[in-house]
């Protein structure tokens, strides 16, 4: 009995600190993937290069309290003193003169998912034991003279390994903070083909093939443009051009913002004869916190048991906008919707009112409608 707990003991603590080859070992044979690589939040997701996620972090009590980084799981998978990073009490924290975690969400840790396991706070990533042998979607993937190269479609083909860290998350008090609840009767099922489209450019300097799939992983943090395919908006009136609406086709498998600290916006204008009249903006988020006194007011996730208020688009779904207005023949109606990292009202709490990353408003549709 003793062996056997020595052996879970020790096996757990090597799949903590397992070793991975550096990013910057991929970079000679894949530069254009490892270009796109660097320009990701993959490349970002540590407290020291994402100030949004490091200011989360100052203020987590994890931090203050534990000296405790749980976020490690999915932000330094490869540092290695992960394990140590994610005990209480011991003095460790993340260190930015430490290699290992600025490797971020590395290239050879993706490539060694073998499975992702089903939890109920979080799920976890299985990986490969086998160094340097890394998995690929690709039927026939050919081989490498540098590393082993195997076949798992079963969740590289439609995106299940990135469901190890962007799934769901809970709280300790069991609530879930945040969930990326796919509707798989969507025409868009999985993350790869919205998160991982096809682009021009070999994958390596071996291969003849023309494309390769892309790894900057577009999202709200990035450029926009790829992803502003699948929101889609029209402008209407009616009742004699006293009223106009404004629809948001939100055809994307996922609600709209799926992490409570981020909120989108739909901005309205219009434009009679030169004088322009800003409409009210609809706030689309989700707002977490507690009760207090009876009635629930927004807290920090960690704080957080229930839903305070929630205006998110649903997967797959169109939703209406009514206006009520005045409208003139030649009036110009201008609407723009886009999203915010982190909710304005949120700013100031987690220091980032200066935070350029935090302030600014990314748009990802706009459109004009000229009444007749």
Not at 154 to 183: L, P, W, Y
Not at 290 to 297: A, H, I
Request: net charge positive.
């Amino acid at each position: 009995m003793k062996k056997l707990l020595l052996f879970s003991l020790l096996t757990g603590f090597a799949f903590a600190n397992m070793q991975f080859a550096k990013n910057k070992e991929c970079s000679s044979c894949h530069p254009a993937i490892y270009a796109e690589y660097k320009t990701s939040q993959h490349a970002k997701a540590t407290i020291f290069k994402d100030p949004i996620h490091g200011a989360v972090y100052d203020k987590h009590p994890q931090y203050n309290k534990l000296e405790k980084y749980r976020c490690g799981h999915c932000h330094v998978p490869t540092a290695d003193n992960l394990s140590a990073l994610l005990k209480s009490h011991n003095g460790v924290t993340p260190d930015p003169d430490n290699e290992t975690q600025n490797e971020a969400v590395s290239c050879a840790y993706c490539h060694r998912i073998e499975d992702v396991k089903h939890g109920v706070a979080m799920n976890k990533n299985m990986v490969s034991l086998k160094d340097k042998v890394y998995f690929t979607s690709k039927s026939k993937p050919g081989s490498s003279p540098y590393h082993g190269i195997e076949t798992n479609k079963s969740i590289f083909e439609n995106g299940k390994m990135c469901m190890g860290c962007h799934s769901h998350k809970s709280n300790k008090k069991e609530f879930q903070v945040c969930a990326t609840d796919i509707n798989n009767n969507a025409s868009k099922k999985n993350c790869i083909e919205c998160h991982m489209h096809k682009v021009d450019g070999p994958p390596s300097t071996m291969s003849t093939s023309k494309t390769h799939t892309f790894h900057g992983f577009p999202g709200l943090h990035g450029d926009l443009t790829h992803l502003s395919q699948y929101v889609t908006m029209n402008i209407s009136t009616k009742d004699n051009n006293k009223m106009f609406t404004v629809v948001i086709n939100h055809d994307v498998p996922h609600s709209s913002t799926m992490h409570p600290l981020r909120s989108a916006k739909l901005v309205v204008t219009v434009n009679s004869g030169g004088s322009i009249t800003k409409m009210q903006d609809r706030v689309i988020a989700k707002t977490i916190g507690s009760k207090k006194g009876g009635s629930p007011v927004p807290t920090a996730p960690w704080l957080a048991t229930e839903i305070v208020k929630n205006t998110t688009i649903p997967a797959n779904t169109k939703i209406a906008y009514p206006y009520k207005w005045d409208l003139k023949s030649g009036d110009v109606v201008t609407a723009t919707f886009g999203y915010y990292l982190v909710k304005p009202k949120a700013l100031k709490k987690f220091d980032l009112q200066d935070n350029e990353e935090a302030t600014k408003f990314r748009v990802i549709r706009k459109e004009t409608f000229t009444v007749q």
